[in-house]
């Protein structure tokens, strides 16, 4: 309901004065009343006008709604944080099931990175089909010759999202997510092992290393493309290429009906093979990729190889959300209510 408390000084300032009324004595206001008159007695500095009136009447309504609006702003505000508290929790989980089974199986990486990378570039501009929506589980499209050998990458991650799922509140995740969110932590992983490297072998200085001068702060875009849908059936075959057997041209072609160029084209060379070398070397034969080849041959001999991270992170950050709709509440719940009338004092 709709208080109008507020209006009565501003109504009470607008009354004539006592000494302004020839009859007020006859009839003294009563406690708690308001009494004016209206009459040509009244000169038009004294005059109570109705818009006077309506202007108060409004001016309150309008704080009272401002007040009551600015109370359901707070609580959808509180509402959104208990959202991303629960979303970057249950990412949280994803990151260190996933960070736990490429340790223990780093012979995957390749097949990890190159996994997500033709789960993603399916995606078709003219029909908006395709894209990172998980449609590689699907057998008849993991058993394509572009995806071969890809299996056991698909095994593993099968066995993660079990882990992932057994305590979620929020609901499983999706195939989608899970095959981009692997890549991230096979990236990572590569960078800290570079970092470790760098650092004789030192594990413990290769980490502080990286922490220092690693490029993780650039996740963050990554991080909050999180929510894609699952595909229900498989994308059209004849998209993705054969990276091993294709040609420099074939793959400049590909990447570029999907909006990136020769650039994005030389900074994933690790995604596009088993044998990152080989791959560079092949690349390196035209002459538009080949100064990116060399640009980012020369940043991973530097400490923070900040180019070459950098562009890496964009370009799969990119890739991992083409055509995709973004469900920014995914895995949220309701959070559990606590009975106060149980709680011991």
């Known amino acids: 309901m709709v208080s109008f408390a507020s209006t009565l000084p501003s109504l009470v300032s607008l009354i004539p004065s006592p000494s302004s009324i020839s009859n007020a004595s006859r009839h003294p206001p009563q406690p708690g009343m308001i009494c004016c008159k209206f009459?040509?007695?009244?000169?038009?500095?004294?005059?109570?006008?109705?818009?006077?009136?309506?202007?108060?009447?409004?001016?309150?309504?309008?704080?009272d709604l401002i007040a009551r609006s600015s109370a359901f702003i707070e609580v959808a505000n509180a509402a959104d944080l208990i959202q991303r508290r629960q979303r970057s929790d249950f990412q949280s989980k994803i990151k260190l099931t996933l960070y736990d089974a490429i340790k223990a199986n780093p012979d995957i990486i390749p097949s990890l990175l190159t996994l997500a990378l033709n789960d993603a570039i399916t995606y078709d501009k003219a029909t908006k089909t395709g894209g990172p929506n998980g449609s590689i589980r699907f057998s008849s499209e993991i058993s394509r010759p572009e995806n071969k050998g890809h299996d056991a990458a698909l095994n593993l991650l099968e066995e993660s999202k079990k882990v992932i799922d057994s305590d979620?509140?929020?609901?499983?995740?999706?195939?989608?997510?899970?095959?981009?969110f692997a890549a991230q932590s096979a990236v990572k992983s590569t960078f800290i092992a570079s970092a470790i490297s760098k650092c004789g072998g030192n594990v413990e200085k290769g980490t502080l290393l990286y922490s220092a001068y690693g490029s993780n702060g650039q996740w963050g875009q990554f991080d909050r493309i999180f929510g894609r849908s699952d595909a229900q059936e498989p994308d059209p075959e004849g998209r993705v290429p054969q990276w091993d057997k294709a040609s420099v041209q074939e793959m400049k072609d590909k990447f570029k009906a999907v909006g990136l160029g020769p650039r994005q084209l030389a900074v994933m060379s690790a995604f596009l093979g088993p044998d990152q070398a080989?791959?560079?070397?092949?690349?390196?034969?035209?002459?538009?990729?080949?100064?990116?080849?060399?640009?980012?041959?020369?940043?991973?001999?530097?400490?923070?190889?900040?180019?070459?991270?950098?562009?890496?992170?964009?370009?799969?950050?990119?890739?991992?959300?083409?055509?995709?709709?973004?469900?920014?509440?995914?895995?949220?719940?309701?959070?559990?209510?606590?009975?106060?009338?149980?709680?011991?004092?």
């Open 39 to 63: 009459g040509s007695e009244l000169n038009n500095e004294d005059r109570f006008h109705r818009r006077d009136i309506l202007q108060s009447v409004g001016a309150a309504v309008g704080m």
């Open 278 to 345: 080989a791959t560079e070397t092949l690349l390196a034969s035209d002459p538009e990729v080949l100064p990116w080849i060399q640009k980012y041959q020369r940043s991973r001999e530097t400490v923070s190889r900040t180019d070459y991270e950098v562009d890496l992170i964009t370009t799969v950050t990119k890739l991992s959300s083409l055509g995709q709709v973004i469900n920014y509440e995914a895995y949220t719940y309701p959070p559990r209510k606590i009975d106060v009338t149980k709680l011991k004092l």
């Open 168 to 180: 979620s509140k929020g609901g499983p995740i999706s195939y989608a997510d899970l095959i981009q």
